[in-house]
């Protein structure tokens, strides 16, 4: 049975696009040029453009048109790693691992209720009324959008000596070395909650994700603790499902030190 019109025309201008006559980015031609060039109605291209759409290869911006979606190169984050690194160490390495170039925010620090934040208050163990510092930055891999970081502290740490965490800087040794050498808190393990849910206005904005709300974000809670067993911080990461992939490595694998490498992971 020959399929119909509109996956005909979808399948002609998929061959395009794969084959790179359309380029990403690139701009489809209108819907008049679309229906005088296959002889089809308004609503059969319009059919088709939604099946190239739900395979990920357009989007349809409104009042600008139709255009070909630019194809992401994944950036591997390893989610089980050495609990004494700061995850701003990793995210440095990895980057320099998979030959890419990471970059950062400025810092923007808040001091925030412990009760306007409930489930990081509960997984801190702050009695109500208690007070949070949040450190949030932006992360980008090669000028691209790839992650939004909020760390959210216990605000006694910072009455206890750990005052630069108050400070919007960048704490160039790491949070986590700088708590074990001020505080002699050390980080000696992590827990990690993920959950896949739509991204809100702000992220959809950041990361220039399309309208249609068909990539998610994923988020990722994770919650330290030092050598005492008491959490000292809360990490809450949101990485677009588009430009993102984990590795998880349980054990050491025999004749390997350290974690796979990168070409392993794209097997």
């Given at each position: 049975?020959?399929?119909?019109?509109?996956?005909?025309?979808?399948?002609?201008?998929?061959?395009?696009?794969?084959?790179?006559?359309?380029?990403?980015?690139?701009?489809?031609?209108?819907?008049?040029?679309?229906?005088?060039?296959?002889?089809?109605?308004?609503?059969?291209?319009?059919?088709?453009?939604?099946?190239?759409?739900?395979?990920?290869?357009?989007?349809?911006?409104?009042?600008?048109?139709?255009?070909?979606?630019?194809?992401?190169?994944?950036?591997?984050?390893?989610?089980?790693?050495?609990?004494?690194?700061?995850?701003?160490?990793?995210?440095?390495?990895?980057?320099?691992?998979?030959?890419?170039?990471?970059?950062?925010?400025?810092?923007?620090?808040?001091?925030?209720?412990?009760?306007?934040?409930?489930?990081?208050?509960?997984?801190?163990?702050?009695?109500?009324?208690?007070?949070?510092?949040?450190?949030?930055?932006?992360?980008?891999?090669?000028?691209?959008?790839?992650?939004?970081?909020?760390?959210?502290?216990?605000?006694?740490?910072?009455?206890?000596?750990?005052?630069?965490?108050?400070?919007?800087?960048?704490?160039?040794?790491?949070?986590?070395?700088?708590?074990?050498?001020?505080?002699?808190?050390?980080?000696?393990?992590?827990?990690?909650?993920?959950?896949?849910?739509?991204?809100?206005?702000?992220?959809?904005?950041?990361?220039?994700?399309?309208?249609?709300?068909?990539?998610?974000?994923?988020?990722?809670?994770?919650?330290?603790?030092?050598?005492?067993?008491?959490?000292?911080?809360?990490?809450?990461?949101?990485y677009p499902t588009d430009r993102n992939q984990f590795m998880v490595t349980v054990g050491?694998?025999?004749?390997?030190?350290?974690?796979?490498?990168?070409?392993?992971?794209?097997?």
């Amino acid at each position: 049975m020959a399929n119909p019109l509109y996956r005909t025309i979808a399948e002609n201008l998929r061959e395009q696009i794969e084959s790179g006559i359309l380029k990403p980015g690139s701009q489809l031609p209108t819907e008049t040029v679309l229906r005088k060039r296959y002889g089809a109605s308004r609503n059969t291209i319009r059919d088709a453009i939604r099946w190239l759409a739900t395979l990920g290869l357009v989007e349809t911006k409104p009042g600008q048109g139709t255009f070909v979606v630019k194809k992401m190169d994944p950036f591997v984050t390893t989610l089980v790693a050495d609990p004494r690194t700061g995850d701003s160490e990793t995210y440095k390495s990895e980057a320099s691992e998979q030959n890419r170039k990471p970059d950062l925010s400025e810092v923007q620090v808040e001091i925030q209720l412990a009760s306007a934040n409930p489930k990081i208050a509960a997984w801190l163990k702050l009695p109500e009324g208690s007070q949070l510092i949040s450190r949030y930055q932006k992360r980008f891999i090669d000028d691209t959008p790839w992650s939004m970081q909020t760390s959210f502290y216990p605000r006694d740490l910072g009455v206890e000596g750990a005052d630069r965490l108050s400070d919007p800087a960048d704490i160039e040794e790491g949070v986590v070395k700088y708590l074990a050498k001020t505080l002699g808190r050390q980080q000696v393990a992590y827990s990690d909650l993920i959950t896949v849910r739509a991204p809100n206005a702000t992220e959809a904005n950041f990361f220039n994700l399309p309208q249609d709300g068909r990539i998610s974000v994923y988020e990722i809670f994770r919650t330290a603790f030092d050598q005492a067993g008491q959490p000292v911080r809360v990490t809450v990461t949101v990485y677009p499902t588009d430009r993102n992939q984990f590795m998880v490595t349980v054990g050491e694998v025999p004749g390997r030190k350290g974690q796979p490498r990168a070409e392993d992971r794209d097997a």
